[in-house]
């Protein structure tokens, strides 16, 4: 067990031995036959050491062997009292704390009613009726205040826990995120590059002026990405809609796929703009990997209240179940409270629509 964790609660019943001083009091100054005294002695040090191993270990998960302590302290006050009389009645009040620090809650208040009754009937015995009330009322106030704490300490733990389990919520939806940006990033400009190096690699003998030109968009697209990668890692990377048509225009053309795609409209929320980026880059790098397409279409229709961008082609066509990119992508849309639509296109090939609310500009953007 941690020294700290064993430790606190320690130092926590230390004020609590004070009331040991009325029993010590009596064994020095009442006399007793020596023998008796040394019973006394020995039983009030193993009561003692019992109670602090119970408060050390109050508010934290108890072996059954606490219960057996419990049990002892128990025996010993209850004999104390009983046979020594009301100077060691208040060791009942020990009683009572450890029964409320320890014991389930349906069998605390019986301990503790119990103890006091003890306490009081032992006090009563001996005639000393100013004290009858107040012995047992302490037995019943200290068990109160430490359900109380019991009960703090209870909750804190829980805080705690659901703290520490948001956090790790935190990371995971973190590492989420990154991994989509990575996914989206280099699925991209890694199609791309292997394209351009195909061509390029093609062209080398026929026409190495081209070649170059490739191979210079090679090295141009691997800079980008590697930037890209930083800017994502920064947690500051955005794709414009501009941005992602022209990247798209460039790496289309080298495959030998015509980009059909509006001039440049109304200018857009930042936010809606940025995912409307990504959703022209995953459609791009889906065309490339998979769709044989010789042509690819972009159209964005613009509204007062949602914006809907809609990215076909001429190709094959897919029914597979949605990847890793498009289920990321839903998520950047669904964020910013649109929808994505996906599935055969009109005349063949696939089609991909996105409709984003302009009132997303007041959400949190995707990254």
């Known amino acids: 067990m941690d020294t700290r964790s064993f430790r606190q609660p320690v130092v926590w019943s230390l004020p609590w031995l004070l009331f040991l001083a009325f029993p010590l009091a009596d064994l020095v100054s009442t006399p007793r036959p020596l023998t008796v005294r040394m019973i006394a002695a020995v039983a009030l040090i193993a009561f003692t050491v019992a109670y602090v191993s ?13 219960m057996w302590q419990l049990l002892v302290i128990a025996c010993l006050a209850v004999a104390l009292a009983v046979w ?34 003890v306490c009081g009937t032992v ?30 300490v209870s909750v804190n733990a829980e805080l705690t826990e659901a703290r520490d389990e948001l956090a790790r919520n935190a990371v995971a939806a973190e590492r989420v995120r990154f991994a989509r940006d990575l996914h989206d990033l ?38 980008r990405a590697l930037a890209e990668v930083r800017d994502a890692v920064s947690g500051y990377r955005t794709v414009s809609l501009a941005q992602a048509v022209a990247e798209a225009r460039s790496a289309l053309s080298a495959a030998g796929i015509a980009l059909r795609a509006p001039a440049q409209g109304a200018e857009l929320p930042g936010a809606v703009d940025a995912v409307l980026g990504w959703v022209v880059r995953e459609a791009t790098t889906n065309v490339l990997r998979h769709s044989a397409a010789r042509t690819m279409t972009v159209e964005l229709q613009s509204g007062d209240d949602e914006v809907v961008l809609t990215v076909t082609d001429d190709g094959r066509g897919t029914t597979a179940p949605r990847g890793t990119g498009l289920s990321g992508l839903a998520e950047r849309v669904e964020a910013l409270g649109g929808r994505l639509d996906t599935g055969p296109g009109g005349s063949g090939g696939f089609r991909l629509a996105a409709a984003l609310p302009t009132t997303a500009a007041h959400r949190v953007g995707a990254r």
């Open 54 to 66: 119970v408060f050390s270990r109050m508010f934290q998960p108890r072996p059954r062997w606490a």
């Open 84 to 117: 020594l009389g009301p100077a060691w009645a208040g060791l009942l009040i020990y009683v009572s704390v450890a029964a409320a620090g320890s014991l389930p809650d349906a069998a605390v208040w019986p301990a503790v009613v119990g103890a006091a009754a």
């Open 123 to 152: 006090v009563a015995v001996h005639g000393l009726f100013a004290d009858l009330f107040i012995l047992p009322l302490i037995c019943l106030l200290t068990a109160f205040a430490l359900r109380g704490t019991r009960y703090l």
């Open 186 to 223: 280099l699925g991209h400009s890694l199609s791309l590059i292997a394209l351009k190096s195909e061509l390029a690699g093609r062209l080398v003998e026929r026409d190495p002026v081209r070649a170059r030109a490739e191979l210079a968009d090679v090295e141009e697209a691997a800079r």
